[in-house]
Structure formats: structure tokens, C-alpha cells
């Protein structure tokens, strides 16, 4: 079964409403996490990464904390606009490893 | 995409028919993977290259298989396709192991 992420969720918030997408993992060897974007018909598209090291990591509109004592990771989306509409999901990589491992993914619906 | 393309975008094919799909970069990045994207499975890794020649299997590799005479290109097929092959299929590229995955544009593919 899969180690990072959720049964597909879905999350639905207002326009300008700020959004946070969780994620949960199991592999306490994992040291790299990423989140993609992926909309419908499209390849999956990086929007952050962050590395064990690390807590807490902040891009344009968009946050990403991870809590490694519980295995835990989220994507705060700030703003949150029509466009950003999509499926998210989490990735790990456990240290050393050249593969990562997916979750299942999240449905994002904004309504305007 | 970043610089990734791949052929064919939709296809078509009868079960028991050989079938090769083309990955294409422009960054001159050293790691390729091909994954297949399923409902309820999310992206499961086929196979991936760490250069040129130099493959390694992934979780669902058992039916298809992989070249890569170049740096730029990364050639999946399918010996004899089967009807539960039928999947959108994703190539990805990494500078190294450390860092993020970018994906391409996929392609869908129907075996009858």
C-alpha cells in the first residue's frame, strides 16, 4: 500500500479563502518531500520542496510545513484562486534512494 | 514541462501489439523515469535511467521495458500490449537523485 498521503480527499474553499492540504507518511527514513500540482488532462507540475532539515518553507502564495515527530506534512496555499483548482499531492524520498513515493493526491475545488 | 515532450500524446492500440513511447528532454538532465498513472494507484513507478545505458526497474515493471542510447531520450515499450496497460503514462526528469522530479505532459494509452 502507499506510505505518503491519503485516500483521495477533496477540499472545497472560497475564493481568497486561504487552503491547507495535509499529507501523512510512514517512512521515518524519508529526509526530501516535494508537493506537485497536477490539473486535469496535464503532467503533474512542483510547486515546493522541503528537506528534513528544514520545518517550515514559504514560496509565492504558498507555505509548506513538516512536522517530523508525527509524520507529518502540509501545503498552506494562501489567496486561493480559481487557477490553483487541481489535484495535490505529496512525494518522499528516503535518504540515499533515487526513487520517491507518491501519495494518492487531494482534489482542490475553488469556487469563486 | 521543463524542456520535456513526449509522442505519441493519445493512442490507440490492439491488445498484443508492440507499442514504444518516446520521452524527450532539452536540460540535459542525467535521471529519467517513466510512471503510469491510475485511478486509485496514483503515479507507480515503471523504470528509470541513471544515464545513458544505465536503467533500473520500478514497482510495476513486469511487461514493459526501456532504452536509453542518449542523454535527451528515454524509450518505453510494450513487448506485447495488454488491456491493463491501458494508462496515462508519465515521463519525469531529475538533475540528480537529490533534487525534484519535472514531468511531462503524458501520454494516454488505450489497449483494446
Known amino acids: 500500500g502507499e506510505s505518503v498521503g491519503l485516500h483521495l480527499p477533496t477540499l472545497s474553499v472560497q475564493e481568497g479563502d486561504n487552503s491547507i492540504i495535509n499529507c501523512a507518511y510512514s517512512?521515518?527514513?524519508?529526509?526530501?518531500f516535494i508537493w506537485y500540482k497536477q490539473e486535469s488532462g496535464k503532467g503533474p507540475q512542483f510547486i515546493i520542496d522541503?528537506?528534513?532539515?528544514?520545518d517550515k518553507r514559504q514560496g509565492q502564495r504558498v507555505t509548506v510545513l513538516l512536522n517530523k515527530t508525527v509524520k507529518h506534512l502540509s501545503l498552506q496555499i494562501a489567496a486561493t484562486q480559481p487557477g490553483d483548482s487541481a489535484v495535490y499531492f505529496c512525494?518522499?524520498?528516503?535518504?540515499?534512494?533515487?526513487?520517491?513515493?507518491f501519495g494518492k493526491g487531494t482534489k482542490l475545488t475553488v469556487n469563486p | 514541462d521543463a524542456g520535456i515532450t513526449q509522442s505519441p500524446r493519445h493512442k490507440v492500440t490492439e491488445t498484443g501489439t508492440p507499442v514504444t513511447l518516446r520521452c524527450h528532454q532539452t536540460?540535459?538532465?542525467?535521471?529519467m523515469y517513466w510512471y503510469r498513472q491510475d485511478p486509485g494507484h496514483g503515479l507507480r513507478l515503471i523504470h528509470y535511467?541513471?544515464?545513458?545505458?544505465?536503467?533500473d526497474k520500478g514497482e510495476v515493471s513486469d511487461g514493459y521495458s526501456v532504452s536509453r542510447s542518449k542523454t535527451e531520450d528515454f524509450l518505453l515499450t510494450l513487448e506485447s500490449a495488454t488491456s491493463s496497460q491501458t494508462s496515462v503514462y508519465f515521463c519525469?526528469?531529475?538533475?540528480?537523485?537529490?533534487?525534484?522530479?519535472?514531468f511531462g505532459p503524458g501520454t494516454r494509452l488505450l489497449v483494446l
Open positions: 519525469a526528469i531529475s538533475e540528480s537523485y537529490l533534487g525534484a522530479q519535472y
Open positions: 517512512n521515518s527514513a524519508s529526509d526530501y
Open positions: 522541503i528537506r528534513s532539515n528544514m
Open positions: 512525494a518522499e524520498k528516503e535518504g540515499g534512494s533515487e526513487k520517491l513515493v
Open positions: 536540460e540535459n538532465h542525467r535521471y
Open positions: 535511467s541513471y544515464g545513458v545505458k544505465d536503467t
